[in-house]
């Protein structure tokens, strides 16, 4: 290939996709060059829009619109008394799709320890105000069946030991070392209806 320098720079930035590598984004920018009116335009314009206007919520960590807010923690329409604490955006999309769970989520933003992420970084803090502002009857621990997501679960546990909330896990089924996004539905939904108290 020509060393086009835009398009060597194009390949290093795709090729930092999960599951995207250097040969695969060679072939996506060669869709992309090859429908520049129907697909590089419009999706130039949409990205600029999302690093404007979507960032995650200080509160929840889920994604929020600058125009609309957070659907998640600020959905007034109906009153919920569940939280659902998963690590990362990917597992709050598997279980809704999934359909098991209604309820509020709460993002992490990853586990202790993993990839250097320290307490102070993850929204736990920000977990123990929504259960008391709330009023949250439940808090179910959504963390990945690895020692890191056991970790930061544990760490939960007693961070809201004050609050008197109800903390119940996932039901085992999650196989050891599994993560959240990856599970199928039926799992999912066997995870969530034998979730036991902790």
């Not at 086009?4 to 795709?14: A, G, P, S, V, Y």
């Not at 929840?60 to 609309?68: A, D, P, Q, R």
């Not at 569940?82 to 509020?104: L, M, P, R, T």
Request: proline fraction near 2%; aromatic fraction near 6%.
């Amino acid at each position: 290939m020509q060393n086009i320098q835009e398009i060597e720079d194009l390949i290093k930035l795709i090729s930092k996709l999960p599951g995207l590598g250097p040969k695969s984004a060679k072939r996506i920018i060669l869709k992309l060059i090859n429908n520049r009116d129907e697909i590089i335009k419009p999706m130039a314009n949409t990205l600029a829009q999302v690093y404007k206007n979507v960032m995650r919520c200080n509160s929840c960590g889920s994604l929020k619109s600058n125009i609309e807010g957070c659907f998640n923690c600020e959905n007034i329409k109906e009153k919920l008394n569940k939280i659902c604490v998963v690590e990362d955006i990917a597992d709050q999309w598997s279980i809704e799709n999934s359909n098991i769970f209604k309820g509020y989520f709460h993002i992490l933003g990853g586990t202790i320890s993993s990839a250097g992420i320290k307490k102070e970084n993850l929204l736990i803090n920000s977990l123990v105000e929504r259960v008391v502002k709330d009023k949250i009857e439940e808090v179910i621990l959504a963390t990945s069946a690895t020692v890191e997501g056991q970790t930061t679960a544990y760490y939960i546990q007693d961070s809201l030991r004050k609050t008197n909330v109800k903390i119940t896990k996932l039901a085992q089924g999650l196989p050891v070392g599994g993560e959240i996004e990856s599970l199928d539905d039926g799992t999912l939904f066997s995870a969530f209806k034998n979730r036991s108290n902790i």
